[in-house]
């Protein structure tokens, strides 16, 4: 079936079936979904090269990603990120391009990409402070859609993400709550800006209480089990050792748990730990009662949301910045308990 066919049995003209077919916005919901309904009903698949020749898009968005071992996107999260971003590409016609590069190749990937046309956007991934990518794509003039945000520049560009400051600074304050006072935190990348957000909301909330920061309980790291596991052993190794930990990833947090059953310790009775929990879809830490206590985002609908963000500013080039913060639910599991008399 052709997109003739289509709009003839729809009852509609081939623009407006076009257009509910490849996510503008003025198309209205309900046509949307009645477009979207028939095309699955009968098969309609639109022919890539056609659309690109009546629109003059590549209906492609591209993610380029470094592959430096000491790189956020190392971590599984970005699975259930593409997983969520591309529900939202299918469902609007979108495909999906994804180039791994070394970190010094990543400039002249995106340079190649608009000089191609392969893409119509990109979205950027792992900003970090200052982050160079996003003033070269603007440069570039090619539609783009950070998921996070870069510390340092002018936020004059599109972005969605968690308030990490604050979801940070919550946890802190749940844990001087029950008590605790030597309270390490094993971070991410430090350049990275989620990383600076998170220990920034860390220090405010001890300072905040009276109790100045030790730079010793601070360790920042690849967010991977080993550093989870290596860090809080080096820490529990102090003569006077953290009580609870902050940790910015379900990984790492294994790997404290794992410290903490090699030294005999119980963890939410001798030791508390909390976790930044991106409810990952096929990773889950208990049912009713979750083993750790988290502070909790779904990447997922990150993924959807971005993704859609990308869309709407494909199709409407002139409209002002999206900007949307997301706040991190604390969310109480077993692993954190008042602080054990000294």
Known sequence: MNLKELSAKLNLSQTTVSRALNGYPEVKEETRRRVLDAAERYNYLPNARAKGLATGRS????HVIPISSKHEMVNPIFGDFIAGA???YSKCGYEMLISVVEDEQ???????LKRRGVVDGVIVHGPRQDDPRIPLLQDLDLPFVVHGRASGLAPDYS???????????RATEFLLDLGHRRIALLNGLEAMDFAARRRAG?????????????????????MTEAMGYRGALELLDRPMPPTAFLVSSMISALGVRRALEERGLRM???VSVITHDDALSYFTTGADVPLFTSTRSSVRDA???VAQMLIDRIS???APPQQVLLEAELMVGRSTGPAPAD
Request: glycine letters at 12%; aromatic letters at 10%; charged letters at 30%.
């Open 159 to 169: 972005w969605l993400d968690v308030n990490n400051r604050r979801s940070f600074q």
């Open 202 to 222: 860390y220090e405010l909330a001890l300072t905040e209480r009276g109790i100045n920061p030790d730079p010793g309980f601070e360790i920042s790291g690849e």
């Open 316 to 318: 409407m080039p002139d």
């Open 303 to 305: 993924g959807r949301q």
């Open 106 to 112: 990543a400039e002249e990937a995106y340079r190649s």
């Open 268 to 270: 939410g009775a001798d």
């Open 86 to 88: 591309g529900e939202t």
């Open 59 to 62: 209906h492609a968005i591209g």
